[in-house]
Nanobody, 115 residues
Framework: QVQLVESGGGLVQPGGSLRLSCAVS????????MGWYRQAPGKERELVAT???????KYADSVKGRFTISTDSAKNTVYLQMNNPKPEDTAVYYC?????????WGKGTLVTVSS
């Protein structure tokens, strides 16, 4: 069974930096797409960034140039490097994995951007 566990959230000042991690356990085969999504209070969950098995990345316009998604296959971990975060980036950040038509979610990690 695939499990995703996020870590690295917390309080960060505007203009600072923070790195989120998503540890993946379990077995899966074939092409996978991993991503980070976020949900702010009172808003719907939205895509932040995705990366597939070919290392093709996609970003929401609001984070382009500031956030970077990457993977470490040896550690089975997906990262989200958040540079120059803004107060509007405050949200619970979720890790997602899509594999062979099945979607898995982590439980989320809270990121608060405030001075």
């Amino acid at each position: 069974q695939v499990q995703l566990v996020e870590s690295g959230g917390g309080l960060v000042q505007p203009g600072g930096s923070l790195r989120l991690s998503c540890a993946v356990s379990g077995t899966f085969f074939g092409i996978t797409v991993m991503g980070w999504y976020r949900q702010a209070p009172g808003k719907e969950r939205e895509l932040v960034a995705t990366i597939n098995s070919y290392s093709t990345t996609k970003y929401a316009d609001s984070v382009k140039g500031r956030f970077t998604i990457s993977t470490d296959s040896a550690k089975n971990t997906v990262y989200l490097q958040m540079n120059n975060p803004k107060p509007e980036d405050t949200a619970v950040y979720y890790c997602k994995l899509d594999n062979r038509g099945v979607t898995y979610w982590g439980k989320g990690t809270l990121v608060t951007v405030s001075s």
